[in-house]
């Protein structure tokens, strides 16, 4: 069946009436995710490189021999400031989260939103239903119930031609408090460029709050006073 732009529309708006139209992503900073800001898109990984050994594996692709584990999986979190995501996939606050408004990818050209049907919640369940229960085409959204604090969404990309990158419009980009001043200045530098909000995660002694970049050196300026 063709995918019309009108089902991919109805499948956002659907996911934004159920979990909001804001999508994260946290990352560690390297060339590779300065890249992704710079020209705006998202990378998406191989199934078989993520961190949990149990992806894609099922009953069913044992007994029919079929692989998903070079499926292409993009993963989404539901806010920007879960701690424990910024420890484990932002490098222990030194790294960044990126926001991604879901009405902007309505927006974009149908090779890019095209990708966006396959967007949903990961299901998490015990390895034993993880082996035994599920489908080939469901496998690559079932994680281990180990990992249902993440309250993970993704997309699932099944295209051998398909290179891993998505270009679409990034919202806004958070810095962590742990990145030094000459890297949050060039990622500032980045999102002026490109339009993008920019905010600085700081400590408020109860937890973290996230103020925007220019803020912060206005902040730092009057205490220079």
Known sequence: MDITEKMIDDHIDWFIGQYGKMIYRYRKINKFTLDEIDNQYIYCSKLCNLDDVFEGRSLSNYLTNIDRSNNRVCCFADNYNN?????????????????????????????????????????????????????IDESPLYKNDSWNWQNESRLIIDDDSFDGKINLPIKAVYIGISVKKKVVSRIQNICQENNILCYKQVDMIVGFSYLPIEKIHLINLLKKE
């Not at 050209?109 to 390895?127: D, Q």
């Open 83 to 135: 701690e424990a995501l910024w420890a484990l996939y932002a490098n222990r606050c030194n790294g960044i989260c990126v926001a991604i408004d879901l009405n902007d990818i309505k927006k974009c050209p149908y090779e890019v939103k095209k990708h966006f049907i396959t967007l949903e919640k990961c299901i998490y369940a015990n390895k034993q239903k993880l082996s035994c229960n599920i489908t």
